[in-house]
């Protein structure tokens, strides 16, 4: 399971990078990021706007998150593999490199919609709204793992 985590964890960097150059060369100079009750752009940015505050806000958590595992790393045994041998330090290490997997979902279907709401070609977005809901499901499922691994260690 740890494996499999940091091996998603370091493919989700490379898709959200993939993901955000391709919807940025598609976008129009002009995002709508606020709308009013007609679905008309009521505050608008530029789309380098939007391309730098996605890669900071991703730099941002996903560097915090490696900041503190990279300050406890020296305490703790990083070489067991099973969860019941772990303690709670550990577990929460570990639990960490997926929620930063779980943050990198959410950062790629949002930058996906974003880029499908924006597109010259006018897809029908209702079809669409379920990627705005996968990330939550995901990040809910992940603190519940949380949870159990808590209450499964007593």
Same mark, same amino acid.
């Given at each position: 399971m =740890?494996k499999?985590?940091?091996l998603l964890? %370091?493919? +989700?960097? *490379?898709?959200?990078l993939? =993901?955000?150059?391709?919807v940025?060369? *598609?976008l129009? /100079?002009?995002?709508? &990021?606020f709308f /009013?009750? %007609?679905?008309n752009?009521?505050i608008?940015m $530029?789309?380098a706007?939007?391309?730098?505050?996605?890669?900071g806000?991703f730099i941002?958590? @996903?560097? +915090?998150?490696?900041?503190?595992?990279?300050m406890n790393?020296?305490?703790?045994?990083l070489?067991? %593999?099973?969860? !019941?041998?772990?303690?709670?330090? !550990? =577990?929460i290490? $570990?639990?960490? @490199?997926?929620?930063s997997f &779980?943050?990198?979902? =959410?950062y790629i279907f949002?930058?996906? *919609?974003v880029?499908?709401?924006? @597109?010259? !070609?006018h897809? /029908?977005i %209702?079809?669409y709204?379920a990627?705005i809901?996968i990330?939550p499901?995901?990040?809910?499922g992940?603190?519940?793992w949380?949870i159990y691994?808590?209450?499964?260690?007593?």
């Amino acid at each position: 399971m =740890i494996k499999i985590t940091k091996l998603l964890y %370091t493919l +989700s960097i *490379f898709v959200f990078l993939a =993901i955000l150059l391709y919807v940025y060369a *598609f976008l129009p /100079d002009q995002i709508g &990021v606020f709308f /009013d009750t %007609t679905g008309n752009a009521s505050i608008s940015m $530029h789309r380098a706007d939007f391309f730098y505050s996605a890669l900071g806000l991703f730099i941002l958590t @996903n560097g +915090s998150i490696l900041l503190y595992r990279r300050m406890n790393r020296g305490y703790l045994n990083l070489g067991k %593999t099973s969860f !019941e041998d772990m303690t709670v330090s !550990e =577990i929460i290490y $570990h639990w960490l @490199n997926g929620l930063s997997f &779980v943050i990198n979902v =959410i950062y790629i279907f949002s930058i996906m *919609f974003v880029g499908m709401y924006h @597109n010259s !070609e006018h897809f /029908d977005i %209702t079809n669409y709204v379920a990627l705005i809901y996968i990330g939550p499901v995901l990040l809910a499922g992940w603190i519940f793992w949380f949870i159990y691994l808590q209450f499964s260690k007593r």
